[in-house]
């Protein structure tokens, strides 16, 4: 070190590339090429504010079979600026390589523990094709089954953290449905529970089901040994339109519930599954008026840290997109709010999550 350094220097001494007329001759340059970036992403992007303690994510494969490779998009839902941020894409692969699909997301499955989420990738057009895909959270990568299905869609799916297994249920165009259980890595079919006649199950209905990994029970129907293979019909029951289960706490579950030719209105109550009995009048809550209108789409995600649940809906005749957020416990509505399309494109089209 010499010792030269030790005497302090005027700052405009001679310092090559530092201050003075001797210096850098790129800075302004540098900072004139900031300046721009910084312009062209402002005019071309939305900033906003991140409140990710939420956690709500939002999953959805581009409908546009066109495009090759077929991809899908994963992105965090804000509920306080009510737009998505976007953190990733995937791929996929339908073993064919015309635009007749029109791909959609099935029912989400969640693995806590291990940062992974499973999702159907299906069609809505007459010429189908059903496959599996697994998304790890926290690495990235994801991977889907290799067998590859001509028909059907998924009516719930669910992971069990106990015994480790992911298990669904699934219809085909013979109106049989089918309960198999899936390998966690290939996604290939491992076990078939059963297969019945759609007639004998209750719960099919806009994915609305319940399952309770401690108890072993799907839905309203009781134990038994293993997972169950049948389901009865509840009385004066036709559609509902969600449900939402308390694990562990409660063991209630929050149905909505959309009945009558006159008064559609969507109404939401606490249902016991150990015996099924509905609650009286005064027990009830009205979640949205529609104004006699049917609801073309609805989807209920559970949270349990804040212990409330997010509504996402939207009616069939004006096509308006509802947020609602409701206290699981009190059926207090804490939020609603009217979604527009440059918000959340594409509304209906999206799966909703929350991830721990």
Known sequence: YPERHLEKRHPLAFMPFGVGPRNCVGMKFALIEMKIVLTRLLRQYTILKSTTCDKYYAIKPYSDASVFPHYGNISLFDTETKFFLPIANFTFDVNDTSDLYYFVAGPVAVNIDDSIIYMPVECATSFQRLLLLSYNMKTGKYYQSKWILSSGVFHFLFYDPI????????????????????????????????QQDGEKYAFTYAECSSFDYNENWCSTIGKKEDIVTEFRLMPDVHNFVTMTYDIEITKLILCTWQHGSIDRDIIMFHLDPSTGKFPVANKTRTLLKTDHKLIDYAQAVWNPEQREVLFMITDEDDDINYMIRVNFDTLEILEKKVINEKQIPAFAWWKYLYFL
């Open 163 to 194: 015994r480790r297994r992911l298990f669904g249920l699934r219809d085909v165009s013979t109106f049989t449905f089918y309960m198999e259980e899936y390998d966690l890595k290939t996604l290939d079919v491992v076990k078939v529970y059963t």
